[in-house]
């Protein structure tokens, strides 16, 4: 089959619009009239400067990032490693800077400190199998006494993931001061929940590589949100981080790493630091500029398209009726159920059952579908069932195809 008879659902990597594919075909060969191919060119060559400015450009205008160089001002980094890669990314960079803060107020007694240090929580929003992992990660590096499973959705739901408990009975560190961070996954892609807001919490991280570029979001509550591009920015390959100037050099001291040895504390690699990644801007190392290019391509998609304040705000229009209309028909018929709770149903990743999560019926939906054209259904081999990813480049035609196929397998016609 060609590009044009598929539509493909698959959770990540995702598809990107065929235009910017297009476009990248011919910069593969020649970039900017230069004979040279995009991904034969200097991360250091003006062209590559401007297309890393171009792509930051356009997620700043998407997002509305405040871009001042004071401590309000955010930085976007662009960094490898994926979504996992930040999972310790994260814990390097939030402990060493709670560190050289409770080092600063003690005035470098070191045994005090090492009491402090015994009290340092990271705290984790537990809400499926992504932020888990994340909290896995905090736990191997820093040491499980330091990490505080604040709420943990299997608690709430006979032992699986599908739901977000109430704030009310969340169990936040209680001592605000020794919170290095606050933890979140906003939308778990192998779950399908996904948080209506951004919940409270000190020193907040968020990652959003499964929802990113589909809704506005409130980035000055952030300390820092990162998110692989696979799924809806672009290719595999780069992720990106936005991070406050509170928590980077000159704003805020880091430890050394001399100290956090000593102090039993983890020491990162250089490639996942924040502060060397933001001194280089992204360019500490070799970037996958082709990526950023790709990255930069979509935004401006985005930005053309759109009419709304912030501007992502029409892309989350687009999105939420496309998650609509296949709700829609996964509620108005017996054949199916959603697995997650309703109220915190994700628009990214829906996740449903099919006959009663029965084997064979799955199948047949499955092999239906791809008859027609329509892919990458399966769900996530750890929990089964079926998963539609509405990611951006999934157009407005293929969901109703999808749903028409849906109602047409439910009422036995397939
Ligand atoms: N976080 C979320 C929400 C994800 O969906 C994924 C991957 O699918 C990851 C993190 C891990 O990303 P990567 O495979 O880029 O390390």
């Avoid at 959770?11 to 060969?29: D, F, H």
């Avoid at 390097?92 to 070191?110: F, N, Q």
Wanted: proline content about 5%; aromatic content about 6%.
């Amino acid at each position: 089959p060609s590009r044009e008879d598929v539509h493909y659902f698959g959770a990540g990597p995702a598809p990107l619009p065929t235009a910017v594919l297009e476009e990248a075909s011919k910069v593969l060969l020649n970039y900017n009239d230069s004979g040279i191919g995009i991904t034969e060119i200097s991360h250091r060559s003006a062209d590559a400067n401007a297309i890393l400015a171009h792509t930051q450009s356009g997620l700043r205008q998407l997002l509305d990032i405040p871009e001042s160089d004071g401590p309000d001002g955010y930085q976007i980094l662009f960094l490898q490693g994926g979504g996992s890669g930040e999972f310790s990314a994260v814990v390097y960079h939030m402990v060493s800077i709670w560190v050289a803060r409770k080092a600063k107020e003690l005035g470098g007694d070191e045994d005090k400190l090492r009491e402090e240090v015994k009290k340092m929580k990271l705290d984790y929003l537990v809400t499926g199998s992504w932020s888990l992992k994340a909290s896995q990660e905090a736990a191997r590096l820093a040491g499980a006494e330091h990490v505080n499973i604040v709420t943990d959705s299997r608690k709430h739901r006979d032992g699986k993931f599908g739901t977000i408990a109430s704030p009310d009975t969340y169990t936040p560190t209680a001592d605000t001061d020794a919170t290095a961070l606050t933890y979140y996954c906003d939308n778990e892609t192998v779950d399908g929940v996904e948080f209506q807001a951004a919940p409270d919490g000190a020193n907040l991280v968020a990652d959003m590589s499964s929802n990113f570029l589909s809704r506005p979001v409130d980035v000055r509550k952030h300390a820092a949100i990162f998110g692989g591009a696979q799924k809806n920015i672009g290719t595999t390959g780069i992720t990106i981080a936005i991070v406050s100037n509170r928590i980077l050099p000159p704003h805020t001291p880091m430890a050394d790493a001399g100290l956090l040895r000593k102090l039993g504390l983890p020491v990162g690699p250089v490639v996942l630091d924040w502060p060397t990644i933001a001194k280089n801007n992204s360019l500490y190392n070799t970037l996958p500029i082709f990526d950023v290019w790709i990255a930069g391509q979509v935004m401006q998609k985005l930005l053309d398209a759109s009419t709304g304040s912030p501007r992502i705000a029409t892309q989350q229009s687009e999105s939420d009726r496309k998650a609509a209309t296949l709700y829609a028909e996964l509620d108005g018929s017996d054949a199916y159920h959603v697995v997650p709770d309703n109220s915190v149903r994700s628009r990214m990743n829906l996740c449903f059952r099919v006959r009663g999560g029965d084997a064979e019926a799955e199948k047949a939906f499955l092999k239906g579908a791809e008859s027609r054209g329509l892919l990458g259904l399966k769900g996530h081999r750890s929990v089964g069932g079926i998963r539609c990813s509405n990611y951006n480049a999934v157009p407005v035609s293929a969901v109703e195809k999808l749903a028409k196929y849906m109602k047409e397998f439910a009422e036995g016609k397939i």
